[in-house]
């Protein structure tokens, strides 16, 4: 499964959770009432800044993971 479906599908189940209309959730993330259909069709081309506005209101975290992170993770100890 291609990860803008993966998002989509959360996306989707947060909302339903939280029992929340699509309009509700842009209304509430300051987003157009399209957007959150786009996105939960699995649109892959989303600003960032909408997508956290909406990741917020459902309180959903995204975590980066990356084997550089551990590396910047350590030089940012080392200069501190």
Known sequence: MEQSQKLAEVISLHR?????????LAELAGVGKT???DIEKGKESVQLDTLRK?????????????????NLTSQGNEKG
Not at 16 to 24: G, Q
Not at 54 to 70: A, C, F, G, R
């Open 16 to 24: 339903k959770a939280a029992k929340l209309s699509r309009i509700k």
């Open 35 to 37: 957007v959150v259909y």
């Open 54 to 70: 909406i990741l917020k209101v459902l309180n959903i975290t995204i975590v980066l993971t990356s084997p550089l992170l551990e």
